[in-house]
């Protein structure tokens, strides 16, 4: 039930972070929490329901950004999988960390998703989609700790935090 | 041995197979789903629901800004001020509205094809797809590829349907594609969108095109209608050994600025 409810929640919160984006940067870029949401996910939920939810996460934003069927399930996919495989070997929760990992992520998805734009228009233009690229992962690299730090209250609070405390 | 990789190699499985599942579906767009109409709606509905407020208290800042700190002794006049304001806001505002319905209406009697009117409800210029969300859908007679226009010219085409709303692709996404004419040489190309606006691919560098010139759709794919005005030549640039110029187009249609726009419907569905 409560996964439900997540779910729901994370609806809701992709809808405001439309709106969000629209209002602090007058709708020139961006603003993916939902990016900062999944690798969250990765860290503290099991593989599944971590996994699942992410799928669902990048369905939502397939249907309100209008990108191709897919496409941002398999990043979310990816980003999931990856940042679960990095916290399964690394432990690192501190600032700096977060920014890194977000960064890079961000990265990986601006790529993937330049990738398939490229594919689609037959064109490779990198450097018209590099100052996109810096607007959108710059906010989320300075958002990333301080969200890592919400989110963690509000999952302690409801008791959906997996993993965190099975940690050493 | 085994073990240890079973589970990369399962995760890897699955990314490999969504990935070609994405790759599939960009070259083979298929009708909207049903999961995916129930999102749409949903998600613009919620928009919707959550914008209002924030709407509200913009306008009551605008309209109240300059008058906090008025002395007491004004406060009567004040608020008939306010109120003729308000008045005269809603005025303003049903004459603009109506100044842009007989814009509309005087396309229409220019229009050849069967056409819908809607209302612009979403603008989506920051994702990595340039859209819009128009009001009307499939249960409207919307469909997917449609022309959407308006008194000043090509806005795109209908990019997804749901029932009651739909994706508009503007013109100047970077996967949006016209066939086009430049009006006075006639000289033929493939418009395509820039991000913030368009250029004309594959005009030789012995074809005649300046600044100024206006460019019109071509008809050629039967997407569009011809002789629909889509902006003006403000740039033309060719290159020492260069086989095409390039030509860069400012639309006539101001994308964030549009409230109400016309779908046409292409000529093989009209009844």
Known sequence: MIYIIISALLFVLLVIQNILADVLFLG????????IVVIYMAFRLSFIKGALLSAWVGFVMDCITGTVAGAYV?????VFSGSYFISRHLYGEKDGFIVTLVLLWGIVEGIILFGLKSLQTGEFAFFSFLPFLILKIVPLGVLGPFLFHIFDKLGFSYGFNERATKRP | MLNRFRLPLFLILIGVGLLLLVVY???HPEQTGVARKIIMEGATALEYVLREPLKLARDTWQKYVFLVGVVEENRKLKKDVNRLIGQLVQYQEAYEENKRLRNLLKLEEKL???HIFARVIGVDRKSMVKSLIINRGSLDGVKRNAPVITDRGLVGRVLETSWHIS???LLIDETSNVDVIVQSSRVQGMLQG???????KYVGKMDEVKMGDAVITAGISRVFPKGLLIGYISHVDWREGGMFKKVEINPAVDFSRLEEVVVLIPPGDQE
């Open chain 1, 74 to 78: 398999f990043i979310y996919y990816a």
């Open chain 2, 25 to 27: 579906n960009s070259y």
């Open chain 1, 28 to 35: 020139r870029s961006p603003l993916e929490i939902s990016l």
């Open chain 2, 194 to 200: 820039t991000g913030h606006g368009c250029s004309i």
């Open chain 2, 167 to 169: 994706r508009v692709l």
């Open chain 2, 112 to 114: 050849q094809f069967r």
